[in-house]
């Protein structure tokens, strides 16, 4: 009887690991950005969406109607890098800073500097 309720617990413990591993990774949170040019009246908003594993894609709108996009990962709980292409030619890299659902961050897009934050 007790390899029966072994075997029984084992089976739940590998389908609970399976239905996490499964369902998990389609979870994802998706945040507002804002953020500017320094120096330059082009402003920019989008969303970046963190998936479960901490890494993430965003996409911005700046208003002279530009679209951006680009892909980050968490280097720690807190900190962050990572890239943007623009349509217009522009690259970019950035990092950022985040405590919860809210944050900030810098970066250099083209030869130009902006700034950003997270969360609403």
């Known amino acids: 009887m007790y390899h029966f309720f072994k075997l029984c617990s084992q089976l739940a413990a590998a389908f ?3 239905f996490l591993v499964l369902i ?3 979870h994802a949170m998706t945040l507002p950005i804002h953020g500017a040019v320094l120096n330059s009246t082009e402003t920019f908003t989008g969303k970046a969406t963190v998936h479960f594993w901490g890494d993430g894609d965003l996409t911005l709108t700046t208003n002279k109607g530009v679209i951006c996009k680009g892909d980050f990962v968490h280097a720690s709980q807190q900190k962050g890098n990572g890239t ?3 349509e217009d030619g ?3 890299s950035f990092e950022f800073v985040t405590a919860g659902f809210s944050g900030t961050g810098a970066g250099i897009i083209g030869a130009e500097h902006f700034d950003f934050r997270i969360g609403k």
């Open 16 to 18: 609970a690991v399976l």
């Open 24 to 26: 998990f990774p389609a």
């Open 84 to 86: 943007v292409a623009c």
């Open 90 to 92: 522009r690259l970019g």
